[in-house]
């Protein structure tokens, strides 16, 4: 069926109002087409809410359901079904051009819709580019950090040599070699700030769609610490950039030379200090949720209790199996020698008891060991996020709060010493070389985890598969290492989303698959240990009852996932 014609005509046509008067009298006369004159008005309606295409489609799907039916007695001027009803009425091109306002409301459809399918290539466009631009961001990090942490302290150094003994060829090198390291690090800055910006607005406006829940908690959180990265980021480009002139008024002998190692010292201070107190705000954040972890306690020693009574309780079951057994052998024993009628309603009464016992101690038995299992998987899921928090605050210690104020007082000493108030001295290229030492070992120890965890992904998949995951088939050794130098790429099957599984497990509702069995005070736990990774009711913006409905909905399993995964890694 073609698609109906959009008029701009204020009015419709003499032919188009003559063959709808000619389909009504077609269509019966008395009742019959006073139906159809409603039906068609009902049509115009349907056709002014949802559109021109949507009616035309509607009917399209009316119709070719209306021919798949055994044709009935055709020669009524009634239609013998409601679907015939409808086809019979008229046709869908007769709606188009019924009246005036439809085709405004067509034509406003239109531009719509239009508008809105111009838009998805657009933000497709800009979604690709921004993946682009990140895969080119991680390519540019190792360089970077090589960079920042050897070429441009090392040409510091040799300019500061150059200066005490007045080689100018060796100043000049080491100024044209400052000048290209400044422009790596700058490229590299520059980039991360655009990528950063994207994804801070892009998880912004999800954590805006989702208003509550993990989703929301998760968005929102990864958009404001993204546009906190992205606006030290251009302070950083700053810096570099200063750099950059800085080393070119060296290689140019500019007059104006100490001016901007000035600025370029300036810049590198206050970058550094920057960098330095939002490090130290992390540590404080990890320092904070560890103690809620560890104020939780061993869940073996606050489950004691628990694991004792349904421990005393799988022991009692097994007893009563026992004796149970004993009264069948001792109605069978009695029974010998006698009819079988004396004493076999007995002896099967005494078996169906028998049997009972046995499916109570099953599940007895069944209890105790999945609630031993729970308590030991909780316990690990503790131990594990400790040990997250500790890595945490060590990294930032070493590279945040030393590193960055080290490169700080070294920006520092470079331009009290351009501005004259000290004489030449290593001082200032010693304290960055430092720092930039401290960051380059934080950022190698990433790194080679990184790698690490990208070829155990590969090579080991079993290692940390979900559960309810087939088997995967394992790469070999040289495809397992080439996966792991993609750089660009993040750990999906590591550790850390096992424990988040883990986690989301235990803390689950009944209504949940593979958490029904999990004892109510296991459960509480579980979520207690939720609330101390900063996962609870407060930042999800729900209450307590309507938080704990979110953990028994399986549709939210993936959300909760995440929303775990990202926990264990922040402050």
Do not use: C
């Amino acid at each position: 069926m073609s698609t109906p014609v959009q008029h701009t005509s204020p009015r419709p046509s003499v032919a188009t109002l003559a063959s709808a008067r000619q389909r009504r009298q077609e269509g019966g006369s008395g009742a019959g087409s006073a139906s159809g004159t409603s039906a068609e008005a009902a049509f115009l309606r349907f056709q002014s809410a949802v559109g021109n295409r949507a009616a035309a489609a509607t009917v399209q799907r009316v119709r070719n359901a209306t021919a798949e039916r055994a044709p009935e007695s055709t020669g009524s001027s009634r239609p013998s079904s409601p679907d015939s009803f409808v086809t019979a009425a008229s046709a869908p091109e007769s709606f188009v051009t019924a009246s005036a306002p439809e085709s405004f409301v067509t034509a406003r459809e239109t531009e719509a819709d239009d508008a809105a399918a111009g838009a998805r290539p657009v933000d497709d466009l800009a979604k690709r580019a921004a993946e682009l631009m990140d895969r080119f961001k991680k390519n540019l990090d190792p360089v970077d950090n090589a960079v920042k942490g050897a070429q441009a302290p090392t040409s510091a150094g040799l300019g500061q040599a150059a200066t005490a003994s007045g080689n100018g060829a060796l100043k000049h090198d080491a100024a044209a070699s400052g000048t290209s390291a400044g422009a790596w690090n700058l490229l590299t800055e520059v980039t991360g700030v655009v990528v950063n910006a994207y994804d801070s607005l892009k998880n912004l406006k999800d954590a805006r769609r989702n208003r509550t829940g993990a989703a929301h908690h998760t968005a929102s959180r990864r958009g404001k610490t993204k546009g906190a990265d992205a606006v030290v980021g251009t302070a950083s480009s700053g810096g570099y950039g200063a750099a950059v002139a800085k080393e070119a008024t060296k290689v140019q002998g500019a007059a104006d030379a100490a001016t901007a190692a000035e600025v370029s010292g300036i810049f590198s201070a206050v970058t550094g200090l920057w960098k330095g107190a939002r490090a130290a705000g992390k540590v404080g954040g990890a320092t904070r949720k560890y103690k809620r972890i560890k104020r939780l306690g061993d869940p073996a020693a606050v489950h004691a209790e628990l694991l004792g009574r349904l421990r005393e309780e799988a022991n009692q079951a097994e007893q009563r199996v026992d004796e149970a057994f004993e009264r069948l052998n001792a109605i069978r024993e009695a029974g010998q020698g006698r009819p079988p009628r004396e004493w076999y309603p007995a002896a099967e009464a005494a078996f169906d008891a028998l049997r009972e016992e046995y499916e109570r101690a099953g599940r007895a038995t069944a209890a105790h060991q999945r609630a031993v299992q729970d308590t030991e998987a909780l316990g690990e899921s503790q131990k594990y996020a400790k040990k997250k928090q500790v890595a945490k605050i060590g990294k930032e210690t070493v590279g945040g709060v030393v590193g960055e104020p080290a490169k700080a007082a070294g920006g520092i000493v470079a331009a009290v010493t351009a501005a004259g108030v000290l004489g030449s001295n290593p001082g200032g290229w010693i304290a960055a070389a430092v720092g930039a030492g401290l960051i380059l070992g934080v950022a190698g120890y990433k790194a080679g985890r990184a790698v690490t965890k990208r070829y155990e992904e590969a090579r080991h998949p079993e290692r940390w598969a979900a559960e309810d995951e087939g088997p995967v088939q394992a790469k070999s050794r040289t495809d397992s290492l080439k996966h792991s130098l993609k750089v660009w790429k993040k750990v999906s099957k590591g550790e850390r989303q096992a424990m988040a599984r883990k986690i989301y497990g235990l803390a689950a509702g009944p209504g949940v698959p593979g958490s029904a069995d999990t004892t109510p005070e296991l459960r509480q736990s579980a979520r207690e240990l939720l609330v101390a990774l900063k996962a609870g009711p407060e930042q999800h913006k729900l209450a307590p009852e309507a938080w704990a409905a979110t953990l028994d909905d399986p549709e939210q399993k993936a959300a909760w996932v995440k929303e775990i995964a990202e926990q264990l890694a922040s402050g």
